[in-house]
């Protein structure tokens, strides 16, 4: 199993390498069906940047344990389990450059085992034996939930505000990475300041990942986001550069892209590439995507100097200057 290496992970390389075998560990199932499909989605790249929170947070803090390679494992499942099942809700066909699981296998299989996985989180929480990280944990299982159904009953609406897009996207995306920096915090017997810091540190870091996500969906390249320009727009998703382009455009431009939103498809994508280009929309979405950089890069004031907490400040920084 090959992660995405970077800097960011030097700091906690044997702990990240001991995830790596725990991961393999734990994949283990009497049904071969789902060891398959298991470490397809798992092996499929990506930066494993959940995991990497908890392995900063518990250490920025002189964790000496190893829990925190079970509790960074678990929550790299409870991601993993989320992939699977968002692809079959939106019928995706490709994820990270290769044919998503449900693509492969089919819909059934590819939910069942997102399911095993949930379960298998579920398990090693326990394994972790502190409540308040379950309590954390299931309430964030909870939110992200209703993330997900957010999106999914906002899908061709082209009236989500900005104050509702931020609801959706703290549900779906934030609060994962958000519980991964506070149980990490809660491992290592942080005090409350300290812990309040790594709880929002995580928030505003998954926002500013996701607002750069929405952005580069309308100016990535398509070969290195292993995705297609526009996928938000085929599927009716009003993300934060259409909803200011709506707001700030003429009437004719909100409506056109409000035609767009409804019907999907990307019949019009140029058109509404144009207006977000003349309304100035991604520049705003960055300006967001970077308020939340910083957000996050101000909570780690609370920490002391260490290499931990300069991979979290880089990680921030990361957040809002990558490409794909």
Known sequence: MQPTASPLHAAVAEDFAAVDRTILAK?????????????????SGGKRLRPL???????????????????ATLIEF????????????DESHMRRGKATANDAWGNAPSVLVG??????????????????????????????????????????????DEA??????????????????????ILAAASPEQEAALQHYGRYLGLAFQLVDDLLDYQGDAAAMGKNVGDDLAEGKPTLPLIYAMREGTPEQAKLIRQAIRQGG??????????????????????????MSAKALAQLEYLPASRYRDS?????????????
Not at 78 to 89: K, Y
Not at 167 to 172: A, E
């Open 27 to 43: 994949l283990s199932s009497r049904v071969p069906l789902v060891e398959s499909i298991a470490a397809y989605i798992v092996e």
């Open 53 to 71: 929170l908890v392995l900063l947070a518990a250490r920025s803090l002189d964790y000496r344990g190893d829990q925190h390679i079970t509790l």
């Open 78 to 89: 409870m991601h993993t389990s989320t992939l699977l099942h968002d692809d079959v809700v």
């Open 115 to 160: 399911d095993f996985l949930y379960s298998r989180s579920f398990q090693m929480m326990v394994e972790v034996g502190s409540m308040r990280i379950m309590e954390v944990l299931s309430a964030a299982t909870c939110t992200i939930a209703e993330g997900e159904v957010l999106q999914l009953t906002n899908v061709g609406n082209p009236d989500v």
């Open 164 to 185: 509702a897009y931020f609801d959706t996207i703290q549900g779906k995306t934030a609060m994962l990475f958000e519980a991964a920096s506070h149980s990490g915090a």
């Open 266 to 291: 990307l019949e019009q994508l140029d058109e509404v590439l144009a207006i977000i280009d003349q309304t100035g929309a991604l520049t705003y979405t960055r300006q967001r995507a970077e308020e």
């Open 312 to 324: 979290m400040a880089e990680l921030a920084r990361l957040a809002v200057e990558r490409t794909t």
